[in-house]
């Protein structure tokens, strides 16, 4: 039987949107060098631009740049990031709750569904919340 939680879906397809989205308001909103978003997110400036060329984080970018609220947070993040004025345990919980919240819009099921083509009538995103 196979597993795939979504968790899993938002490891490979959520966090690497979320990311691209960090990335790209940090260096449209705040005017930041990509080389200055690298050092800023722990990524090599190769995975930048891989991520600002489409190659990574692009799959699931559509999907939330329709919810204003999870955009609302990860503008809140990249603002966080450029100031640098939180701990990591605070960029972490930020991340939690924007990824919580597209979970909660019920914004993934049909890319879980897709995945694992033997779920069904599957509401575990909107009742689980991590």
């Known amino acids: 039987m196979k597993v795939k939680p979504p968790c899993m879906v938002v490891v490979q397809y959520v966090l690497p949107s979320i990311r691209l989205l960090i990335m790209k308001d940090l260096i449209a909103k705040h005017d930041m060098r990509k080389i200055d978003v690298s050092k800023k997110m722990q990524l090599t400036p190769a995975a930048i631009t891989q991520y600002l060329t489409g190659k990574r984080g692009a799959a699931f970018e559509m999907e939330i740049l329709r919810s204003k609220e999870t955009m609302d947070i990860i503008a809140d993040i990249a603002e966080t990031v450029a100031r640098n004025d939180t701990s990591m345990e605070k960029l972490v919980e930020k ?4 990824c919580n919240t597209i979970r909660s819009q019920g914004t ?4 879980h569904k897709e995945n694992l083509q033997t779920l069904k009538d599957c509401r575990v995103c909107r009742q689980t919340i991590c």
């Open 108 to 111: 993934i099921c049909q890319l």
């Open 95 to 98: 991340l939690c709750i924007a």
